[in-house]
């Protein structure tokens, strides 16, 4: 997707923001205060492309990573800016729910109760394999383009992944070994 014309460029980047802009919102929104914060975000992030000569001669995979990595560097310097660490709570992510479930109040619980001991489960992990898990399974994204995204080689993204889930594996068959 290269393009050297700047009307060109900005209907790239528009593409783009079609196929990776909600993604992206989402995962700021998880990291971000607010809503408005989340979306100023998002636009310093796809300006940033924009400005960014470079960044039409790059490949899609590599812009696709280039996005996702300004974006979270972006979240940093928030964090940075603002002094405030929080954790992103695996509740606060969107989750569809079939709508005879939602009024089943046994569904309720039975789906309350799995998602904190699968929360429960991923507070073993480190943060960065928590990372690479929500950038793979929350966010879709392969390994080759959380490589580029966390700075890191594929193999090392690969092994990351293969850990942490041999990881859960093992709590989830000894659920006793979760407790603090």
């Known amino acids: 997707m290269q393009h050297n014309d700047p009307s060109t460029r900005g209907k790239a980047i528009e593409e783009l923001f079609e196929q990776h802009g909600e993604k992206l919102f ?23 492309a924009l400005t960014e000569i470079k960044f039409a ?10 996005l996702w990595r300004v974006a979270r560097n972006k979240v940093v310097d928030e964090f940075r800016r603002a002094n405030v660490r929080r954790k992103a709570l695996l509740e606060q992510m969107d989750e569809p729910v079939s709508s005879d479930e939602t009024h089943d109040p046994e569904q ?8 904190r001991e699968v929360h429960e489960m991923l507070q ?14 929350g966010y879709g994204l ?6 580029l995204i966390l700075g890191k080689r594929e193999n090392t993204v ?14 989830y068959s000894h659920p006793s070994s979760t407790s603090r």
Do not use: G, K
Request: aromatic share 6%.
């Open 57 to 66: 001669h790059l490949c899609e995979s590599e812009q696709t990573a280039w």
């Open 26 to 48: 989402a995962f700021l929104r998880m990291h971000t205060l607010s809503r408005e914060d989340a979306e100023d975000i998002l636009v310093e992030t796809f300006t940033a």
């Open 158 to 171: 690969r092994v990351m992944l293969s850990r942490a889930m041999n990881l859960l594996r093992q709590l």
């Open 108 to 115: 309720m619980a039975l789906r309350q109760d799995e998602a």
């Open 142 to 147: 392969q390994c080759r383009e959380i490589a």
């Open 124 to 137: 073993h992990l480190s943060a960065q394999q928590q990372e690479v898990l929500r950038l793979r399974f």
